[in-house]
Protein backbone atom coordinates (compact mmCIF):
# COMPACT_ATOMS: atom_id res chain seq x y z
CA UNK A 1 0.00 0.00 0.00
CA UNK A 2 1.18 3.37 -1.12
CA UNK A 3 1.97 5.20 2.19
CA UNK A 4 3.76 8.83 3.16
CA UNK A 5 5.68 9.84 6.02
CA UNK A 6 4.32 13.20 7.75
CA UNK A 7 6.71 15.25 9.46
CA UNK A 8 6.25 13.51 13.05
CA UNK A 9 7.23 10.34 11.36
CA UNK A 10 3.35 8.92 11.48
CA UNK A 11 2.38 7.13 8.20
CA UNK A 12 -0.57 8.48 6.36
CA UNK A 13 -2.07 7.42 3.27
CA UNK A 14 -1.39 8.91 0.35
CA UNK A 15 -4.15 10.91 -1.74
CA UNK A 16 -5.05 8.11 -3.93
CA UNK A 17 -5.39 5.46 -0.95
CA UNK A 18 -7.26 7.69 1.72
CA UNK A 19 -10.30 9.27 -1.05
CA UNK A 20 -12.55 7.65 -3.70
CA UNK A 21 -12.71 9.37 -6.65
CA UNK A 22 -17.08 9.54 -7.22
CA UNK A 23 -17.33 11.93 -10.38
CA UNK A 24 -15.49 15.27 -12.16
CA UNK A 25 -17.64 18.31 -10.97
CA UNK A 26 -14.85 20.86 -12.82
CA UNK A 27 -11.74 21.60 -14.43
CA UNK A 28 -9.60 24.58 -13.72
CA UNK A 29 -6.07 26.30 -15.33
CA UNK A 30 -3.96 23.28 -13.22
CA UNK A 31 -6.16 20.54 -13.07
CA UNK A 32 -9.94 19.14 -12.60
CA UNK A 33 -11.89 19.04 -9.24
CA UNK A 34 -13.70 15.61 -8.05
CA UNK A 35 -15.83 15.09 -5.53
CA UNK A 36 -14.62 12.29 -3.99
CA UNK A 37 -15.23 10.26 -0.49
CA UNK A 38 -12.64 10.01 2.27
CA UNK A 39 -12.57 6.45 2.70
CA UNK A 40 -11.90 6.47 6.68
CA UNK A 41 -15.28 8.70 7.56
CA UNK A 42 -17.31 8.35 4.35
CA UNK A 43 -17.11 11.95 4.54
CA UNK A 44 -17.97 13.93 0.61
CA UNK A 45 -15.05 15.94 0.09
CA UNK A 46 -13.80 18.25 -3.06
CA UNK A 47 -10.41 17.36 -4.20
CA UNK A 48 -9.04 19.47 -6.29
CA UNK A 49 -6.12 18.29 -8.12
CA UNK A 50 -2.77 20.11 -9.16
CA UNK A 51 -0.38 18.73 -11.46
CA UNK A 52 3.11 19.96 -10.83
CA UNK A 53 5.23 18.58 -13.41
CA UNK A 54 3.68 20.07 -16.44
CA UNK A 55 6.54 22.73 -17.35
CA UNK A 56 9.10 22.15 -15.11
CA UNK A 57 7.97 24.99 -13.19
CA UNK A 58 7.06 23.12 -9.68
CA UNK A 59 3.90 24.46 -7.95
CA UNK A 60 1.66 26.75 -10.11
CA UNK A 61 1.92 30.33 -8.78
CA UNK A 62 -1.88 30.39 -8.55
CA UNK A 63 -2.11 27.00 -6.38
CA UNK A 64 1.15 28.52 -3.86
CA UNK A 65 -1.09 31.62 -3.34
CA UNK A 66 -4.69 30.20 -2.76
CA UNK A 67 -3.23 27.50 -0.12
CA UNK A 68 -1.37 30.03 1.68
CA UNK A 69 -3.94 32.40 1.75
CA UNK A 70 -6.40 29.80 2.64
CA UNK A 71 -4.21 29.01 5.39
CA UNK A 72 -5.03 31.96 7.20
CA UNK A 73 -8.35 32.44 6.31
CA UNK A 74 -10.20 29.38 6.43
CA UNK A 75 -11.28 29.49 9.50
CA UNK A 76 -14.33 31.81 8.34
CA UNK A 77 -17.10 30.13 8.23
CA UNK A 78 -18.06 32.28 4.35
CA UNK A 79 -14.54 31.10 3.26
CA UNK A 80 -14.56 27.22 2.04
CA UNK A 81 -12.55 25.37 4.21
CA UNK A 82 -9.22 23.74 2.95
CA UNK A 83 -8.89 20.73 5.01
CA UNK A 84 -5.54 18.81 3.77
CA UNK A 85 -3.30 19.39 1.33
CA UNK A 86 -2.03 16.06 0.37
CA UNK A 87 0.36 14.93 -2.60
CA UNK A 88 0.11 11.78 -5.03
CA UNK A 89 1.09 10.61 -8.13
CA UNK A 90 -0.68 9.83 -11.21
CA UNK A 91 -0.81 7.38 -13.80
CA UNK A 92 2.46 8.52 -15.31
CA UNK A 93 4.02 9.03 -11.85
CA UNK A 94 4.42 12.31 -12.14
CA UNK A 95 3.91 14.00 -8.93
CA UNK A 96 0.26 15.90 -8.35
CA UNK A 97 -0.88 17.90 -5.60
CA UNK A 98 -4.42 17.41 -3.86
CA UNK A 99 -5.98 20.18 -2.05
CA UNK A 100 -8.81 18.63 0.00
CA UNK A 101 -12.02 21.07 0.38
CA UNK A 102 -15.05 20.60 2.17
CA UNK A 103 -17.79 19.79 -0.21
CA UNK A 104 -20.56 22.46 -1.17
CA UNK A 105 -23.41 21.30 -3.76
CA UNK A 106 -23.75 24.08 -5.64
CA UNK A 107 -22.32 27.78 -6.78
CA UNK A 108 -23.68 30.95 -7.35
CA UNK A 109 -24.11 30.85 -11.01
CA UNK A 110 -25.97 27.21 -11.07
CA UNK A 111 -28.19 28.56 -8.38
CA UNK A 112 -29.27 31.64 -10.69
CA UNK A 113 -29.39 29.77 -13.76
CA UNK A 114 -31.58 27.23 -12.07
CA UNK A 115 -34.07 30.32 -11.34
CA UNK A 116 -33.69 31.90 -14.62
CA UNK A 117 -34.65 28.49 -16.06
CA UNK A 118 -38.11 28.28 -13.96
CA UNK A 119 -38.81 31.90 -14.41
CA UNK A 120 -39.30 32.63 -11.11
CA UNK A 121 -37.89 35.09 -9.19
CA UNK A 122 -35.23 34.24 -6.36
CA UNK A 123 -36.74 35.77 -3.28
CA UNK A 124 -36.13 39.13 -1.68
CA UNK A 125 -35.26 37.56 1.61
CA UNK A 126 -32.88 34.42 -0.14
CA UNK A 127 -31.42 37.39 -1.85
CA UNK A 128 -30.43 39.28 1.11
CA UNK A 129 -29.20 36.68 2.97
CA UNK A 130 -26.80 35.53 0.28
CA UNK A 131 -25.70 39.35 -0.01
CA UNK A 132 -25.25 39.64 3.55
CA UNK A 133 -23.06 36.37 3.54
CA UNK A 134 -21.34 37.79 0.90
CA UNK A 135 -20.17 40.62 2.36
CA UNK A 136 -19.69 39.17 5.80
CA UNK A 137 -17.21 36.61 3.95
CA UNK A 138 -15.52 40.20 2.05
CA UNK A 139 -15.42 42.14 5.27
CA UNK A 140 -12.93 38.78 6.55
CA UNK A 141 -11.15 38.49 3.89
CA UNK A 142 -10.38 42.67 3.53
CA UNK A 143 -9.65 42.58 7.94
CA UNK A 144 -6.62 40.17 7.32
CA UNK A 145 -5.14 41.85 4.53
CA UNK A 146 -6.76 40.02 1.40
CA UNK A 147 -8.14 41.10 -1.95
CA UNK A 148 -9.84 38.23 -3.53
CA UNK A 149 -9.70 40.03 -7.00
CA UNK A 150 -12.02 37.31 -8.85
CA UNK A 151 -15.11 37.33 -7.37
CA UNK A 152 -18.27 36.13 -9.81
CA UNK A 153 -21.23 33.85 -8.98
CA UNK A 154 -19.20 30.78 -10.28
CA UNK A 155 -16.45 31.67 -7.29
CA UNK A 156 -19.15 31.53 -4.39
CA UNK A 157 -20.15 27.83 -3.03
CA UNK A 158 -23.47 27.02 -2.08
CA UNK A 159 -25.19 24.42 -0.19
CA UNK A 160 -28.50 24.48 -1.06
CA UNK A 161 -30.18 22.90 2.46
CA UNK A 162 -28.62 25.35 4.50
CA UNK A 163 -28.58 28.82 2.06
CA UNK A 164 -25.06 29.02 3.31
CA UNK A 165 -22.57 31.00 1.32
CA UNK A 166 -19.04 30.71 0.89
CA UNK A 167 -16.09 32.30 -1.46
CA UNK A 168 -14.24 29.71 -3.03
CA UNK A 169 -11.16 29.81 -5.51
CA UNK A 170 -8.48 32.13 -4.49
CA UNK A 171 -5.92 31.44 -6.93
CA UNK A 172 -6.07 34.86 -8.23
CA UNK A 173 -6.32 36.07 -4.65
CA UNK A 174 -3.18 38.71 -2.83
CA UNK A 175 -2.41 39.53 0.62
CA UNK A 176 -1.91 43.26 0.59
CA UNK A 177 -0.02 45.67 2.45
CA UNK A 178 -0.08 49.28 3.58
CA UNK A 179 0.53 50.72 1.13
CA UNK A 180 -0.70 49.01 -2.25
CA UNK A 181 1.43 47.37 -4.21
CA UNK A 182 1.21 47.93 -7.95
CA UNK A 183 -0.51 45.32 -9.08
CA UNK A 184 -1.49 43.55 -12.48
CA UNK A 185 -4.71 44.88 -14.20
CA UNK A 186 -4.95 41.40 -16.47
CA UNK A 187 -6.99 40.10 -13.71
CA UNK A 188 -11.19 39.17 -12.83
CA UNK A 189 -13.42 37.85 -14.90
CA UNK A 190 -14.31 40.73 -17.61
CA UNK A 191 -18.52 41.20 -16.69
CA UNK A 192 -17.19 41.81 -12.83
CA UNK A 193 -13.80 44.22 -13.46
CA UNK A 194 -14.11 47.28 -11.60
CA UNK A 195 -13.78 50.28 -14.14
CA UNK A 196 -10.32 51.43 -12.07
CA UNK A 197 -9.32 48.06 -13.23
CA UNK A 198 -10.60 48.19 -16.78
CA UNK A 199 -8.57 51.77 -16.99
CA UNK A 200 -5.79 50.09 -16.83
CA UNK A 201 -5.14 51.67 -12.54
CA UNK A 202 -2.44 49.45 -11.14
CA UNK A 203 -2.61 50.72 -7.92
CA UNK A 204 -6.13 49.44 -6.57
CA UNK A 205 -7.07 47.44 -3.56
CA UNK A 206 -10.38 45.93 -2.07
CA UNK A 207 -12.89 48.41 -3.99
CA UNK A 208 -12.36 45.84 -6.87
CA UNK A 209 -13.91 43.26 -4.79
CA UNK A 210 -16.64 45.77 -4.00
CA UNK A 211 -17.41 46.92 -7.42
CA UNK A 212 -18.10 42.89 -7.94
CA UNK A 213 -20.28 42.47 -5.34
CA UNK A 214 -22.43 44.90 -7.05
CA UNK A 215 -22.71 43.43 -10.34
CA UNK A 216 -23.64 40.01 -8.17
CA UNK A 217 -26.44 41.96 -6.13
CA UNK A 218 -27.66 43.29 -9.26
CA UNK A 219 -27.89 39.53 -11.30
CA UNK A 220 -29.29 38.09 -8.13
CA UNK A 221 -32.04 40.50 -8.68
CA UNK A 222 -32.34 40.15 -12.74
CA UNK A 223 -31.17 37.08 -13.04
CA UNK A 224 -29.01 38.09 -15.57
CA UNK A 225 -25.55 39.89 -15.79
CA UNK A 226 -25.59 43.54 -14.95
CA UNK A 227 -22.42 44.88 -17.31
CA UNK A 228 -22.28 42.03 -19.62
CA UNK A 229 -18.92 42.87 -22.46
CA UNK A 230 -17.08 41.00 -24.60
CA UNK A 231 -14.21 43.00 -25.00
CA UNK A 232 -12.60 45.46 -22.29
CA UNK A 233 -13.77 48.74 -24.55
CA UNK A 234 -17.27 47.20 -24.62
CA UNK A 235 -17.53 46.25 -20.88
CA UNK A 236 -16.20 50.14 -20.17
CA UNK A 237 -18.88 51.20 -22.43
CA UNK A 238 -21.64 48.91 -20.59
CA UNK A 239 -21.01 50.57 -17.61
CA UNK A 240 -21.16 53.92 -19.01
CA UNK A 241 -23.98 53.89 -20.65
CA UNK A 242 -25.86 52.89 -17.48
CA UNK A 243 -23.47 55.13 -15.04
CA UNK A 244 -23.33 57.76 -17.05
CA UNK A 245 -19.41 58.45 -18.84
CA UNK A 246 -17.07 59.53 -15.71
CA UNK A 247 -14.73 62.75 -15.49
CA UNK A 248 -12.82 64.52 -13.61
CA UNK A 249 -16.27 65.87 -11.80
CA UNK A 250 -17.29 62.68 -10.43
CA UNK A 251 -13.77 60.93 -10.35
CA UNK A 252 -10.66 63.09 -9.77
CA UNK A 253 -7.85 61.63 -11.64
CA UNK A 254 -10.03 59.57 -14.33
CA UNK A 255 -8.44 61.09 -17.41
CA UNK A 256 -5.37 60.54 -15.80
CA UNK A 257 -5.43 56.47 -16.35
CA UNK A 258 -3.38 54.88 -18.34
CA UNK A 259 -5.87 53.23 -20.43
CA UNK A 260 -8.56 56.52 -20.28
CA UNK A 261 -9.23 57.68 -24.05
CA UNK A 262 -12.20 59.93 -24.98
CA UNK A 263 -15.79 58.25 -24.39
CA UNK A 264 -18.98 58.78 -26.00
CA UNK A 265 -20.80 60.60 -23.50
CA UNK A 266 -23.54 59.34 -21.98
CA UNK A 267 -25.41 60.65 -18.98
CA UNK A 268 -25.95 58.57 -15.75
CA UNK A 269 -29.85 56.53 -15.80
CA UNK A 270 -31.30 55.46 -12.40
CA UNK A 271 -30.31 52.24 -11.16
CA UNK A 272 -33.88 51.30 -10.91
CA UNK A 273 -34.27 50.96 -14.88
CA UNK A 274 -31.43 48.01 -14.80
CA UNK A 275 -32.56 46.44 -11.41
CA UNK A 276 -36.03 46.76 -11.78
CA UNK A 277 -37.54 44.74 -8.77
CA UNK A 278 -35.17 46.04 -6.33
CA UNK A 279 -36.38 48.20 -3.28
CA UNK A 280 -35.08 51.78 -2.40
CA UNK A 281 -32.59 50.59 0.50
CA UNK A 282 -31.14 48.01 -1.35
CA UNK A 283 -31.11 50.51 -4.73
CA UNK A 284 -28.83 52.60 -2.54
CA UNK A 285 -27.04 49.86 -1.32
CA UNK A 286 -26.17 49.26 -4.73
CA UNK A 287 -25.40 52.41 -5.92
CA UNK A 288 -22.81 52.81 -3.14
CA UNK A 289 -21.25 49.20 -4.25
CA UNK A 290 -21.12 50.74 -7.77
CA UNK A 291 -19.07 54.44 -6.82
CA UNK A 292 -17.13 55.32 -9.41
CA UNK A 293 -14.22 56.92 -7.23
CA UNK A 294 -12.99 53.97 -5.71
CA UNK A 295 -12.34 55.63 -2.08
CA UNK A 296 -15.94 56.34 -2.17
CA UNK A 297 -17.17 52.73 -2.46
CA UNK A 298 -18.32 51.22 0.44
CA UNK A 299 -16.67 49.20 2.35
CA UNK A 300 -17.93 45.55 2.93
CA UNK A 301 -17.31 45.80 6.63
CA UNK A 302 -19.96 48.99 6.16
CA UNK A 303 -22.18 47.69 3.77
CA UNK A 304 -23.12 44.92 6.48
CA UNK A 305 -24.06 47.86 8.64
CA UNK A 306 -26.57 49.36 5.57
CA UNK A 307 -30.37 49.75 6.96
CA UNK A 308 -31.43 47.28 3.56
CA UNK A 309 -29.67 44.35 5.88
CA UNK A 310 -32.26 45.65 9.01
CA UNK A 311 -34.89 43.20 8.56
CA UNK A 312 -32.86 40.24 8.26
CA UNK A 313 -32.45 37.99 11.04
CA UNK A 314 -28.28 37.65 11.05
CA UNK A 315 -28.06 34.87 14.02
CA UNK A 316 -27.35 32.22 12.17
CA UNK A 317 -25.18 33.71 9.45
CA UNK B 1 24.60 10.91 -3.27
CA UNK B 2 24.55 14.42 -4.01
CA UNK B 3 26.75 16.35 -1.90
CA UNK B 4 25.76 18.79 0.95
CA UNK B 5 26.78 22.24 -1.79
CA UNK B 6 24.11 20.65 -4.05
CA UNK B 7 21.24 20.05 -1.39
CA UNK B 8 21.54 23.73 -0.09
CA UNK B 9 21.59 25.31 -3.86
CA UNK B 10 18.64 23.68 -4.50
CA UNK B 11 16.94 24.58 -1.10
CA UNK B 12 17.90 28.08 -1.73
CA UNK B 13 17.07 28.35 -5.22
CA UNK B 14 13.86 26.75 -4.57
CA UNK B 15 12.97 29.54 -1.35
CA UNK B 16 13.67 32.21 -3.79
CA UNK B 17 11.11 30.39 -6.45
CA UNK B 18 8.54 29.99 -3.68
CA UNK B 19 8.54 33.33 -2.91
CA UNK B 20 8.83 35.02 -6.54
CA UNK B 21 5.54 32.59 -7.38
CA UNK B 22 3.60 35.09 -4.63
CA UNK B 23 5.04 37.87 -6.68
CA UNK B 24 3.63 37.37 -10.17
CA UNK B 25 5.18 38.43 -13.50
CA UNK B 26 8.78 38.99 -11.70
CA UNK B 27 11.54 37.67 -13.00
CA UNK B 28 12.34 34.28 -11.66
CA UNK B 29 16.08 34.56 -9.46
CA UNK B 30 19.26 32.25 -10.70
CA UNK B 31 21.51 31.90 -8.51
CA UNK B 32 24.54 33.78 -9.10
CA UNK B 33 28.53 33.48 -7.64
CA UNK B 34 29.08 34.26 -4.17
CA UNK B 35 32.51 35.50 -3.78
CA UNK B 36 34.98 33.68 -1.54
CA UNK B 37 34.09 34.01 2.09
CA UNK B 38 35.82 31.66 4.09
CA UNK B 39 37.64 34.00 5.95
CA UNK B 40 35.23 36.12 7.73
CA UNK B 41 34.13 36.45 11.09
CA UNK B 42 31.62 38.73 12.67
CA UNK B 43 33.43 41.16 14.25
CA UNK B 44 33.25 41.80 18.42
CA UNK B 45 31.26 44.55 19.63
CA UNK B 46 33.29 47.82 20.20
CA UNK B 47 33.13 51.19 21.66
CA UNK B 48 31.86 51.42 25.07
CA UNK B 49 28.70 53.25 25.12
CA UNK B 50 29.22 56.84 26.57
CA UNK B 51 26.17 58.97 26.93
CA UNK B 52 26.80 63.36 25.87
CA UNK B 53 24.18 64.03 24.36
CA UNK B 54 21.18 65.79 26.29
CA UNK B 55 17.61 64.54 25.49
CA UNK B 56 15.62 66.78 24.30
CA UNK B 57 11.27 66.67 23.90
CA UNK B 58 9.91 65.41 20.97
CA UNK B 59 7.94 68.54 19.81
CA UNK B 60 5.45 65.94 17.92
CA UNK B 61 5.44 63.63 21.34
CA UNK B 62 1.81 64.64 22.03
CA UNK B 63 0.39 65.17 18.79
CA UNK B 64 -2.65 63.65 18.02
CA UNK B 65 -2.24 60.04 15.89
CA UNK B 66 -2.78 61.03 12.17
CA UNK B 67 -6.15 59.81 10.71
CA UNK B 68 -5.40 56.14 8.58
CA UNK B 69 -6.05 58.29 5.33
CA UNK B 70 -2.29 59.35 5.82
CA UNK B 71 -1.26 55.65 4.66
CA UNK B 72 -0.56 56.26 1.55
CA UNK B 73 -2.97 54.61 -0.93
CA UNK B 74 -6.63 56.65 -1.47
CA UNK B 75 -8.07 53.47 -2.00
CA UNK B 76 -7.01 51.86 1.20
CA UNK B 77 -10.71 51.84 3.44
CA UNK B 78 -9.05 53.34 6.98
CA UNK B 79 -11.72 51.37 8.58
CA UNK B 80 -9.72 48.28 7.58
CA UNK B 81 -6.11 49.62 8.81
CA UNK B 82 -6.27 48.31 12.50
CA UNK B 83 -7.98 45.01 11.78
CA UNK B 84 -5.22 44.54 9.27
CA UNK B 85 -2.45 45.70 11.71
CA UNK B 86 -3.99 43.55 14.68
CA UNK B 87 -4.43 40.67 12.44
CA UNK B 88 -0.83 41.11 11.47
CA UNK B 89 0.33 41.57 15.18
CA UNK B 90 -1.92 37.83 16.28
CA UNK B 91 -0.16 36.02 13.23
CA UNK B 92 3.60 36.96 13.79
CA UNK B 93 3.08 35.82 16.89
CA UNK B 94 1.69 32.25 16.01
CA UNK B 95 4.86 29.57 16.54
CA UNK B 96 3.79 28.01 12.89
CA UNK B 97 4.76 31.28 11.23
CA UNK B 98 8.23 32.29 13.19
CA UNK B 99 11.52 30.25 13.17
CA UNK B 100 12.78 28.91 16.64
CA UNK B 101 15.11 31.32 17.75
CA UNK B 102 17.62 29.25 18.83
CA UNK B 103 17.81 26.58 16.20
CA UNK B 104 21.33 27.19 15.21
CA UNK B 105 22.31 25.92 19.05
CA UNK B 106 19.63 23.78 19.09
CA UNK B 107 19.90 22.04 15.67
CA UNK B 108 22.24 22.98 13.27
CA UNK B 109 26.01 20.83 13.48
CA UNK B 110 27.28 22.82 10.55
CA UNK B 111 25.25 26.03 10.15
CA UNK B 112 27.10 28.83 12.02
CA UNK B 113 25.05 32.26 12.74
CA UNK B 114 28.65 33.60 10.71
CA UNK B 115 27.24 31.04 7.24
CA UNK B 116 23.92 32.42 7.72
CA UNK B 117 25.15 36.20 7.88
CA UNK B 118 27.02 34.88 4.22
CA UNK B 119 23.67 33.89 2.78
CA UNK B 120 21.92 36.47 3.24
CA UNK B 121 24.12 39.35 2.60
CA UNK B 122 24.30 37.43 -1.04
CA UNK B 123 20.58 36.94 -1.02
CA UNK B 124 20.83 41.21 -0.77
CA UNK B 125 22.79 41.17 -3.77
CA UNK B 126 20.70 38.31 -5.67
CA UNK B 127 17.49 40.66 -4.80
CA UNK B 128 19.24 43.86 -5.57
CA UNK B 129 20.41 42.57 -10.00
CA UNK B 130 16.63 41.24 -9.88
CA UNK B 131 14.71 44.66 -8.52
CA UNK B 132 13.31 42.41 -6.43
CA UNK B 133 10.84 43.61 -3.74
CA UNK B 134 12.24 44.20 0.00
CA UNK B 135 9.04 42.09 1.12
CA UNK B 136 10.52 38.91 -1.20
CA UNK B 137 13.58 39.34 0.56
CA UNK B 138 12.55 39.50 3.91
CA UNK B 139 10.26 36.24 2.92
CA UNK B 140 12.76 34.39 1.60
CA UNK B 141 15.21 34.70 4.64
CA UNK B 142 12.04 33.82 7.00
CA UNK B 143 11.42 30.89 5.06
CA UNK B 144 14.88 29.60 5.25
CA UNK B 145 15.33 30.19 9.26
CA UNK B 146 11.98 28.53 9.47
CA UNK B 147 13.19 25.45 6.86
CA UNK B 148 16.31 25.01 8.86
CA UNK B 149 14.70 25.04 12.44
CA UNK B 150 12.29 22.27 11.72
CA UNK B 151 14.79 20.57 9.11
CA UNK B 152 17.80 19.69 12.06
CA UNK B 153 19.20 17.33 9.33
CA UNK B 154 19.43 19.62 6.80
CA UNK B 155 23.48 19.97 5.27
CA UNK B 156 24.36 22.84 4.20
CA UNK B 157 27.39 23.38 2.63
CA UNK B 158 30.67 24.70 3.92
CA UNK B 159 31.63 28.46 3.70
CA UNK B 160 33.99 27.20 0.62
CA UNK B 161 31.37 25.35 -1.29
CA UNK B 162 29.46 28.55 -1.07
CA UNK B 163 31.78 29.69 -4.10
CA UNK B 164 30.92 27.29 -5.69
CA UNK B 165 27.21 28.12 -6.75
CA UNK B 166 27.23 29.19 -9.72
CA UNK B 167 24.25 29.75 -12.36
CA UNK B 168 22.90 26.09 -13.83
CA UNK B 169 24.14 23.64 -11.46
CA UNK B 170 21.01 21.72 -10.58
CA UNK B 171 18.63 20.90 -13.08
CA UNK B 172 15.13 22.16 -12.73
CA UNK B 173 13.74 18.67 -11.55
CA UNK B 174 15.83 19.35 -8.71
CA UNK B 175 14.59 22.24 -7.52
CA UNK B 176 11.24 21.63 -7.93
CA UNK B 177 11.69 18.62 -5.87
CA UNK B 178 13.23 20.97 -3.47
CA UNK B 179 10.47 23.49 -3.52
CA UNK B 180 7.68 20.80 -2.73
CA UNK B 181 10.00 19.69 0.52
CA UNK B 182 10.07 23.24 1.75
CA UNK B 183 6.20 23.92 0.89
CA UNK B 184 5.52 20.33 2.67
CA UNK B 185 8.03 20.97 5.71
CA UNK B 186 6.46 24.68 6.49
CA UNK B 187 2.99 23.20 5.77
CA UNK B 188 2.42 26.09 3.21
CA UNK B 189 2.14 28.41 5.69
CA UNK B 190 3.47 30.99 3.82
CA UNK B 191 1.80 34.17 4.71
CA UNK B 192 3.83 34.61 7.63
CA UNK B 193 4.15 39.26 8.14
CA UNK B 194 8.08 40.15 8.04
CA UNK B 195 9.92 43.22 9.46
CA UNK B 196 8.47 45.26 5.91
CA UNK B 197 5.30 44.57 6.42
CA UNK B 198 5.36 46.45 9.39
CA UNK B 199 7.61 48.95 8.32
CA UNK B 200 5.74 50.22 5.84
CA UNK B 201 3.05 51.51 8.31
CA UNK B 202 5.50 53.10 10.87
CA UNK B 203 7.65 55.01 8.51
CA UNK B 204 4.53 56.35 7.30
CA UNK B 205 3.28 56.95 10.40
CA UNK B 206 6.63 58.49 11.26
CA UNK B 207 7.29 60.82 7.86
CA UNK B 208 3.50 62.07 8.67
CA UNK B 209 4.14 63.28 12.08
CA UNK B 210 7.76 64.56 11.46
CA UNK B 211 6.88 65.98 7.87
CA UNK B 212 9.96 64.76 6.30
CA UNK B 213 10.44 63.50 3.17
CA UNK B 214 8.77 60.43 3.31
CA UNK B 215 12.02 58.80 1.12
CA UNK B 216 14.71 59.48 3.25
CA UNK B 217 12.71 57.33 6.19
CA UNK B 218 11.75 54.53 3.71
CA UNK B 219 15.25 54.31 2.87
CA UNK B 220 17.18 54.23 5.72
CA UNK B 221 14.23 52.15 7.44
CA UNK B 222 14.50 49.49 4.29
CA UNK B 223 18.69 50.03 4.98
CA UNK B 224 18.19 48.99 8.94
CA UNK B 225 15.64 46.33 8.38
CA UNK B 226 18.06 44.92 5.64
CA UNK B 227 20.59 44.88 7.98
CA UNK B 228 18.71 43.47 10.85
CA UNK B 229 18.43 39.82 8.64
CA UNK B 230 22.01 39.75 8.61
CA UNK B 231 21.86 39.24 12.60
CA UNK B 232 21.03 35.65 13.61
CA UNK B 233 20.51 37.65 17.29
CA UNK B 234 17.66 39.36 15.89
CA UNK B 235 15.22 36.72 15.08
CA UNK B 236 14.40 36.72 18.70
CA UNK B 237 11.97 39.59 18.23
CA UNK B 238 8.71 39.66 16.36
CA UNK B 239 8.87 41.42 13.34
CA UNK B 240 6.74 44.63 14.84
CA UNK B 241 9.52 44.77 17.04
CA UNK B 242 12.38 45.13 14.31
CA UNK B 243 10.20 47.33 12.71
CA UNK B 244 9.66 49.56 15.33
CA UNK B 245 13.10 49.55 16.65
CA UNK B 246 14.04 50.48 13.26
CA UNK B 247 11.74 53.83 12.58
CA UNK B 248 13.15 54.91 16.13
CA UNK B 249 16.70 54.64 15.02
CA UNK B 250 16.39 56.03 11.54
CA UNK B 251 14.48 58.72 13.43
CA UNK B 252 17.60 58.93 16.10
CA UNK B 253 20.00 58.80 13.29
CA UNK B 254 18.19 61.81 11.35
CA UNK B 255 17.60 64.04 14.46
CA UNK B 256 19.80 62.86 17.41
CA UNK B 257 19.32 65.39 19.44
CA UNK B 258 14.89 64.68 19.50
CA UNK B 259 13.36 62.28 21.29
CA UNK B 260 12.27 59.46 18.69
CA UNK B 261 9.62 57.73 19.86
CA UNK B 262 6.65 60.13 19.32
CA UNK B 263 2.21 59.21 20.59
CA UNK B 264 2.01 58.48 17.46
CA UNK B 265 4.02 55.78 16.53
CA UNK B 266 3.24 54.13 19.72
CA UNK B 267 -0.42 54.06 19.03
CA UNK B 268 -0.06 52.68 16.38
CA UNK B 269 2.67 50.04 16.69
CA UNK B 270 1.72 49.13 20.32
CA UNK B 271 5.25 49.60 21.64
CA UNK B 272 6.50 51.63 24.12
CA UNK B 273 10.19 53.22 24.07
CA UNK B 274 11.63 50.35 26.68
CA UNK B 275 10.08 47.46 25.08
CA UNK B 276 12.43 48.58 22.22
CA UNK B 277 15.89 49.17 23.51
CA UNK B 278 17.26 45.66 23.60
CA UNK B 279 16.70 45.41 19.99
CA UNK B 280 17.12 49.19 18.86
CA UNK B 281 20.88 48.64 20.58
CA UNK B 282 21.36 45.60 18.53
CA UNK B 283 20.34 47.74 15.49
CA UNK B 284 22.56 50.79 16.59
CA UNK B 285 25.52 48.46 16.64
CA UNK B 286 25.12 46.78 12.91
CA UNK B 287 24.54 50.30 11.73
CA UNK B 288 27.79 51.35 13.59
CA UNK B 289 29.50 48.06 11.58
CA UNK B 290 30.19 47.08 15.14
CA UNK B 291 28.35 43.57 14.45
CA UNK B 292 28.25 41.93 11.15
CA UNK B 293 31.09 44.49 9.51
CA UNK B 294 32.21 41.91 7.24
CA UNK B 295 28.60 41.41 5.10
CA UNK B 296 29.15 44.03 3.15
CA UNK B 297 26.41 43.92 -0.11
CA UNK B 298 23.37 46.04 2.25
CA UNK B 299 25.75 48.14 3.13
CA UNK B 300 27.18 49.11 -0.68
CA UNK B 301 23.64 48.49 -1.50
CA UNK B 302 22.38 51.63 0.79
CA UNK B 303 25.51 54.06 -0.49
CA UNK B 304 23.60 54.59 -3.94
CA UNK B 305 22.09 57.44 -4.83
CA UNK B 306 18.88 55.44 -5.71
CA UNK B 307 18.59 54.79 -2.09
CA UNK B 308 19.85 58.89 -1.28
CA UNK B 309 23.08 57.17 0.23
CA UNK B 310 21.74 56.40 3.31
CA UNK B 311 24.46 54.29 4.34
CA UNK B 312 26.43 57.40 4.59
CA UNK B 313 24.19 59.38 6.83
CA UNK B 314 26.63 59.47 10.18
CA UNK B 315 25.08 58.71 13.65
CA UNK B 316 26.52 59.16 17.35
CA UNK B 317 28.04 56.16 18.78
CA UNK B 318 25.61 56.00 21.34
CA UNK B 319 21.62 56.23 22.05
CA UNK B 320 20.61 57.85 25.25
CA UNK B 321 19.45 56.11 27.53
CA UNK B 322 16.59 58.49 28.34
CA UNK B 323 15.31 58.34 25.06
CA UNK B 324 14.05 54.60 26.47
CA UNK B 325 12.12 56.27 29.34
CA UNK B 326 8.40 56.66 29.10
CA UNK B 327 7.55 60.01 27.84
Not at chain 1, 90 to 113: A, C, S, W
Not at chain 2, 36 to 65: D, F, G, M, T, Y
Request: charged share 25%.
Amino acid sequence: MEMEKTGAGVAVLSAKEAFEKLEKVGEGTYGKVYRAREKATGKIVALKKTRLHEDQEGVPPTTLREVSILRMLSRDPHVVRLMDVKQGQNKEGKTVLYLVFEYMDTDLKKFIRSFRQTGQSIPPQTIKSLMYQLCKGIAFCHGHGILHRDLKPHNLLMDRKTMMLKIADLGLARAFTVPIKKYTHEILTLWYRAPEVLLGATHYSMAVDIWSVGCIFAELVTKQALFAGDSELQQLLHIFRLLGTPNEEVWPGVSKLKDWHEYPQWNPKSLSTAVPGLDELGLDLLSQMLEYEPSKRISAKKAMEHAYFNDLDKGHL
Amino acid sequence: METRAAAKRKANAAIVVVVEKQHPKRQRVVLGELPNLQNLIVSKIQNPRKEKLQCRKNPNANKPSPTNNTLSSPQLDGSYVSDIHEYLREMEMQKKRRPMVNYIEKFQKIVTPTMRGILVDWLVEVAEEYKLLSDTLHLSVSYIDRFLSVNPETDPPSVDEFCSITDNTYDKAEVVKMEADILKSLKFEMGNPTVSTFLRRYANVASDVQKTPNSQIEHLGSYIGELSLLDYDCLRFLPSIVAASVIFLAKFIIWPEVHPWTSSLCECSGYKPAELKECVLILHDLYLSRKAASFKAVREKYKHQKFKCVANLPTPPYVPSCYFEDQ
